[in-house]
């Protein structure tokens, strides 16, 4: 459907909220940061929209807990990996800038976690 008074209403129907964002405000942000400091707009628009391809829990050969999880990126990314159980953190790991397109992240659970329910946040 397409919002009420929409200039455009055919990028609506090919692009999300997300990528008309970008197409609209964040590119040219970032392409033009002197016009947008005249504008008194923000130098960089950090908004990342990634896509969650799949996530999985394994053990590896060397009986290593690990969660996999590939990404399809837009545009280069640093990742942060929080594990936390019962609200404490448990282990965080950070991934160095990833470029675009579809990454693998190989998130190490620590051996002293015994089983049960954790939460892993990537931000």
Same mark, same amino acid.
């Given at each position: 459907?397409v919002?009420?008074?929409?200039?455009?209403?055919?990028?609506?129907?090919?692009?999300?909220?997300?990528?008309?964002?970008?197409?609209?405000?964040?590119?040219?942000l970032r392409?033009?940061? @002197?016009?947008?400091?005249v *504008?008194?707009?923000?130098?960089?628009?950090?908004? =990342? #929209?990634?896509k !969650?391809? +799949?996530?999985?829990?394994?053990?590896?050969?060397?009986?290593? @807990?690990q969660?996999?999880? *590939?990404?399809?990126?837009?545009?280069?990314?640093? =990742? #942060?990996?929080? !594990?936390? +159980?019962?609200?404490?953190?448990v282990?965080?790991?950070?991934?160095t800038?990833?470029?675009?397109?579809?990454?693998?992240?190989?998130?190490?659970?620590? #051996?002293?976690?015994?089983?049960?329910?954790?939460?892993l946040?990537?931000t």
């Amino acid at each position: 459907m397409v919002p009420a008074g929409d200039p455009q209403p055919p990028l609506s129907l090919t692009f999300n909220t997300q990528q008309r964002h970008a197409v609209e405000r964040a590119n040219a942000l970032r392409q033009l940061p @002197r016009i947008a400091g005249v *504008l008194g707009a923000e130098k960089f628009d950090t908004t =990342v #929209e990634p896509k !969650l391809v +799949r996530a999985r829990s394994i053990v590896t050969k060397t009986r290593r @807990r690990q969660v996999r999880v *590939l990404l399809e990126l837009g545009e280069s990314v640093q =990742v #942060e990996a929080s !594990l936390t +159980r019962d609200g404490q953190e448990v282990a965080s790991q950070l991934f160095t800038p990833l470029a675009r397109g579809r990454r693998s992240l190989r998130f190490e659970i620590p #051996e002293e976690l015994k089983a049960g329910s954790a939460r892993l946040v990537l931000t």
